[in-house]
């Protein structure tokens, strides 16, 4: 009884007695890279002979952000929106996320400083009832993307919209890449004050 109100009292391991830790599970948890979840997403569709596109089953991996339990949750939620047949379009849908071409257009309108251009772009994701919040993640993600081209080439086929990335890549600077990410990452926190 004294060890076990000792344990509850503190959480450094050096001072729980061995006889304590003895008899104690730790678990040490890490994320898994969205290759890894969107395989696993890919044998469990498979295994059930549930039909997926594999651009969707990357946006679910990516959307589990490391956790193959959040993965598996969304997956069952795709199945279930969808109606059967996972499909880019249903899981686009589900997590209210843009597709990645509008993003694309709306960086193409950045390098051509076609303010314009770009809130036609922001009006026409209000009327399709897209998370604006989803978008500046999603936009952040690009642009990391877009980051790593600049120094490696990315995997043809494993990114979704290879050429577009490495085309912005080649057209924007660095720095411009980098102060774009921090306002896209900046802004998701901001965006309920707008």
């Given at each position: 009884p004294e060890h076990v109100k000792?344990?509850?009292a503190t959480t450094d391991p050096q001072k729980i007695p061995v006889a304590v830790l003895s008899r104690c599970l730790q678990?040490?948890?890490?994320?898994?890279?969205?290759?890894?979840i969107g395989g696993r997403l890919t044998e469990i569709l498979g295994f059930e002979a549930i039909a997926a596109e594999p651009a969707a089953v990357q946006m679910l991996a990516r959307a589990a952000?490391?956790?193959?339990?959040?993965?598996?949750?969304?997956?069952?939620q795709a199945i279930a929106y969808s109606g059967g047949a996972v499909t880019l379009a249903a899981v686009q849908a589900m997590l209210g996320a843009v597709e990645g071409m509008t993003l694309v257009r709306l960086l193409d309108g950045l390098l051509a400083r076609d303010a314009a251009g770009m809130l036609a772009i922001a009006d026409e994701m209000a009327a399709r009832s897209f998370s604006f919040g989803q978008a500046l993640r999603d936009l952040a993600s690009l642009l990391h993307r877009i980051a790593l081209?600049?120094?490696?080439?990315?995997?043809?086929?494993?990114?979704?919209?290879?050429?577009e990335i490495r085309r912005l890549a080649a057209a924007l600077s660095p720095e411009e890449v980098q102060l774009d990410y921090?306002?896209?990452?900046?802004?998701?926190?901001?965006?309920?004050?707008a």
């Open positions: 000792f344990v509850l678990f040490n948890l890490k994320q898994m890279t969205p290759t890894a952000r490391g956790s193959m339990r959040d993965g598996l949750s969304l997956l069952d081209a600049q120094q490696v080439d990315p995997p043809g086929d494993d990114v979704e919209h290879a050429e921090q306002i896209a990452l900046h802004g998701r926190n901001d965006l309920a004050l």
